[in-house]
């Protein structure tokens, strides 16, 4: 266990270096592609207009040499836009490739952590995602973080649960069974209680006989 522990520091280490490596490398074709854009407008700016052939007319030197600054300007100018370029597809390859290491160390720790993970987890979850609005174009970054998918297992098995419950039907409520009254008697019972009645009002003789008969 120590071992693999020292392992996961070491890798860590490592990965942490590569992250600010790469930060430093993205931050700083960043820089130059801002330098390269204020020269790219710079240089729109400065181009004007080809000179007219009038010009050749009139006087052929001044017209070649306005023509050659020109070229040159123009020349500049399409210089920087294929600057531009190259360092836009740069980037965008260098942060293609980090994504795709990214979402594969990512789904790696979900196999290992993720409780019940099978291999229609991401797509499921992916689709659950969706569902609530979260795509890779609205999340960004977020669908590569490890983080990112524990949160929506998490959230796609409380409302799982909450779904589970709805379903569910109440069980029939037993009856409420209400208390007995006092049930006036009818016939023998009637005339008995009307004895004992009589013999506890007048406690005699021929009461306690008549309530004995």
Known sequence: TMAVAEERKAVE???????????EAEQARTQQLTHLQALEQFYEQ???????????QQDAGFFIAQKE?????????EQARKAIGYLQEEQARSRQAWI????NETEAALKDTLPGWSEATLPELAEYAKKLGLTPQSAEL????????????????????????AKLKPKSELK???????????GKAAERAKREAAFNKNPSVDALAELLR
Do not use: M, N
């Open 176 to 186: 409420k069974v209400q208390k007995p009254g006092v049930v006036a008697p009818t």
């Open 69 to 77: 600054q020109y070229e040159a300007r123009k020349g500049k100018l």
């Open 13 to 23: 280490a490592i990965r942490s270096q590569a992250d600010e490596y790469r930060r």
């Open 100 to 103: 795709v290491q990214q979402a």
């Open 46 to 56: 400065q181009l004007g207009e080809p000179p007219p052939l009038v010009w050749a």
């Open 142 to 165: 977020a669908f590569v973080h490890k983080g990112f998918w524990e949160a929506l297992h998490k959230a796609k098995a409380y409302d799982q649960i909450q779904a589970d419950k």
